[in-house]
């Protein structure tokens, strides 16, 4: 213990999502209501709303592309109501993500666009409905409909009504007329009250992973499949109505209520700091800018970003962030320069990198900049590493990074998972991802960040793309993957300095790291157990001069590789912690079967 090898990089494990899964709309971002301004339109109608008919009421809807309330929002939802009375109401009605969740005695917020032909046609009513009783849960009315396009906030507070997702939102008006409607948006109590925030239990999960920093906006979202499918920041700032929503890699359209300002106060909220992906000039599908004049606007918007994340309130997008509310700079050491330029055939990444290279280091030299993969011409600061694997392939590589040449760049192992589990991982895939970790632990020198993905996947039919993700959620409930206990317990237990260590005889599927907090005297000696068969053994130490008697076991076990958690059993495997008598320095200790443990000893 007298004799560390290298320290731990204060940054080492951290977060990565991106709009796969539906992980901001209809996941993390809180919004209630689905296809909100109505983009997801075609053959089978307006995605996610249907009309209501009450009584004799008769109506029709259709999409007006020429009515909008905004430059970004120029289409709406036409509503025709050619029958109707206060006793015989017409509207839409909309689904939710899968359902609306409601509790008892909670304020739920609400805006929305709208217009009418006539005054005549009077105010709407909202409501939240249970789809099995008809019954309200809440309900309010709109000031009278004008021929002007205005907002109008509103609040649904329920009663004591039982805690279920199977509601929806009905909006009817008493009187014949045509209705335009647009932006229609419910949002629960968020995360610390944000406005237009966060799922609180999401951001709870988060949080109880200790992370360090948040990479953003995400992976392929960052990309897109086509150059105009892009993360353009710009048009996901300032007011909803003035954001166009864009359609997202994974095949469905992005509200863009989460936009950059969002991301950033998610950190914030978190208190970690920022990894921020820029756009560099290559999409999904193949088209690019090359490096040369054509690129210099993107690199120019890359610079915008980045002032507008960090620039003081004397610069030009330091001062819309302090227009928008938030005065204060973000934290950013790091910025990635585009994602996953492997698959760019082009061979253009080497001068579209140099080009943002050299740009963004004039500006802000005391930025570390990352390249998406590794370069002949020029040395980047750090390079982004990504690994998807099953639980034995993880074994196989644990000692990846041993023999890395130390003078090289830093590694940012920015995605990796042991893809095992549907639709979230399993116990095996948790042992995997364990192992893995002991390397990077081991290698922390080298490797500065690291990040799991996917992180979220809502689990209902239709909502996953990509499997084996870290937690699960419907729109009531949310849940970790055994991988997402290792993950707390990686991070919450993490010391500043790995020292000495060496093991010999150990079983071919046994792993483990150490690593010490010279602040505390604490030692965390993790162990990774992925045989079928118990694992004895003799743990020695020294370097030290007092241990105290009682450690702290926290463990994570399976049955088998194939046991997980799941919406309906959220908690099948989780972490226990006991204590353990530790007898002096040296003692003996069993690690069962299938099991990841931390064993927390103080020493002096």
């Not at 009783?133 to 507070?157: C, D, I, M, N, V």
């Not at 949080?207 to 150059?227: K, S, V």
């Not at 740009?359 to 390249?371: F, S, W």
């Not at 020695?540 to 105290?548: A, E, Q, R």
Request: aromatic content about 10%; proline content about 5%; charged content about 20%.
């Amino acid at each position: 213990m007298d004799k560390p090898v290298h320290a731990v990089s204060p940054t080492l494990y951290g977060l990565m999502t991106e709009e796969i899964n539906y992980s901001y709309d209809g996941g993390l971002y809180a919004e209630l209501v689905r296809n909100r301004t109505f983009q997801d339109h075609g053959f089978g109608g307006v995605a996610h709303w249907n009309l209501e008919h009450f009584g004799t009421s008769r109506a029709s809807m259709e999409i007006d592309p020429a009515e909008g309330p905004s430059a970004a929002l120029s289409h709406s939802l036409a509503l025709t109501i050619t029958q109707a009375d206060s006793a015989n109401r017409a509207g839409v009605r909309n689904e939710g993500y899968w359902g609306i969740a409601l509790r008892p005695n909670t304020t739920y917020k609400g805006s929305m666009y709208a217009k009418a032909d006539s005054a005549s046609v009077g105010a709407l009513n909202l409501a939240l409905i249970n789809d099995n009783t008809g019954k309200a849960a809440a309900s309010t009315e709109t000031p009278a409909l004008t021929r002007e396009w205005k907002r109008y906030e509103f609040t649904l507070k329920t009663g004591e009504v039982e805690t279920s997702s199977e509601n929806h939102l009905l909006l009817t008006a008493g009187h014949t007329g045509r209705i335009w409607l647009d932006l229609i948006s419910l949002m629960p109590p968020t995360f610390n009250n944000r406005e237009n925030g966060n799922r609180s239990d999401l951001m709870e999960k988060m949080a109880a992973m200790h992370p360090t920093f948040l990479r953003l906006p995400g992976g392929n979202y960052l990309e897109g499949d086509q150059i105009d499918e892009r993360f353009d920041w710009k048009n996901t700032i300032g007011p909803l109505v003035d954001r166009p929503t864009h359609r997202s890699p994974w095949n469905y359209q992005s509200s863009d209520g989460m936009g950059l300002l969002e991301f950033l106060e998610w950190t914030e909220d978190l208190k970690i700091q920022t990894v921020l992906a820029v756009y560099a000039g290559y999409s999904l599908k193949g088209d690019h800018i090359q490096a040369g004049p054509v690129l210099v606007p993107y690199v120019q918007d890359a610079l915008d970003e980045i002032e507008f994340a960090i620039g003081d309130t004397s610069t030009q997008w330091g001062a819309l962030r302090a227009k928008l509310g938030h005065p204060m700079p973000f934290h950013v050491n790091y910025v990635e320069i585009g994602n996953e330029d492997q698959f760019d055939h082009s061979d253009s990444y080497e001068g579209r990198y140099a080009q943002f290279y050299k740009a963004i280091k004039t500006k802000y030299p005391q930025l570390q900049l990352i390249a998406t993969t590794p370069l002949k011409r020029t040395r980047p600061d750090v390079v982004d590493d990504h690994y998807y694997r099953r639980a034995d392939e993880f074994f196989d590589d644990v000692k990846h990074y041993d023999q890395t040449d130390r003078n090289g760049p830093k590694i940012f192992v920015g995605e990796w998972a042991t893809r095992e589990g549907s639709p979230t991982t399993n116990m095996g895939a948790a042992l995997g991802d364990a192992a893995w970790m002991t390397g990077m632990e081991r290698n922390s020198d080298l490797i500065v960040m690291a990040s799991y993905a996917p992180l979220f996947v809502n689990v209902n039919p239709g909502g996953m793309q990509w499997e084996s993700d870290l937690i699960g959620y419907d729109a009531l409930k949310s849940y970790g993957a055994p991988s997402y206990y290792a993950q707390c317990m990686f991070g919450e237990y993490l010391g500043n300095e790995v020292p000495t260590s060496s093991i010999t005889g150990e079983g071919k599927l046994f792993f483990y790291s150490v690593t010490r907090d010279s602040r505390t005297g604490k030692i965390y000696l993790k162990m990774v157990n992925a045989s079928s068969l118990p694992q004895a053994l003799d743990i020695n130490f020294s370097g030290m001069n007092k241990v105290t008697p009682v450690a702290m076991l926290i463990s994570l076990s399976g049955k088998t590789n194939a046991e997980t958690n799941s919406i309906s059993a959220p908690t099948q495997i989780e972490p226990v912690k006991t204590s353990k008598r530790i007898e002096g320095p040296n003692f003996s200790h069993t690690i069962p079967p299938y099991s990841v443990q931390v064993l927390e000893l103080e020493a002096h």
